[in-house]
Nanobody, 133 residues
Framework: VQVAETGGGLVQVGGSLNLSCTVTGLNLEDYVVAWFRHPPGKRREGIGCIGWNDGSTRVEESLSDRFTVSRDSVKSTLYLQMNNVKPQDTAMYYC???????????????????????????WGQGSQVTATS
């Protein structure tokens, strides 16, 4: 199984950035694929997820006005569109694929928090995003 994130780098405050995550070696029909981030000095947090079987999509409410999660199911690729980037968006961004349901939770806030805390599933190496002014 391979999970590979691409597209990170430097982005000006107020700018936009698009990250991609391709998953290989898994039948994603039983999985949720999600974005997480780990800001310096803080805990890892969930951003958004897609239930691959039905395409159900959730983004953390605090980010939903600026971040969009989408997918290309043919390419087994998940995307994160980041708009109006802020300094606090500086973090290592990770993609992960974990089973659904997890502890009874489907793609959504509780699923994201459980996976962020416990590290369930298959994770990529991460892609650094740094907001510059």
């Amino acid at each position: 199984v391979q999970v590979a994130e691409t597209g990170g780098g430097l982005v000006q405050v107020g700018g936009s950035l698009n990250l991609s995550c391709t998953v290989t070696g898994l039948n994603l029909e039983d999985y949720v694929v999600a974005w997480f981030r780990h800001p310096p000095g803080k805990r890892r947090e969930g951003i958004g997820c897609i239930g691959w079987n039905d395409g159900s999509t959730r983004v953390e409410e605090s980010l939903s006005d600026r971040f969009t999660v989408s997918r290309d199911s043919v390419k087994s690729t998940l995307y994160l569109q980041m708009n109006n980037v802020k300094p606090q968006d500086t973090a290592m961004y990770y993609c992960a694929a974990a089973r659904e349901p997890l502890g009874g939770y489907y793609c959504g806030p509780f699923w994201l928090r459980a996976v962020a805390a416990q590290g369930h599933g298959h994770w990529g190496q991460g892609s650094q995003v740094t907001a510059t002014s």
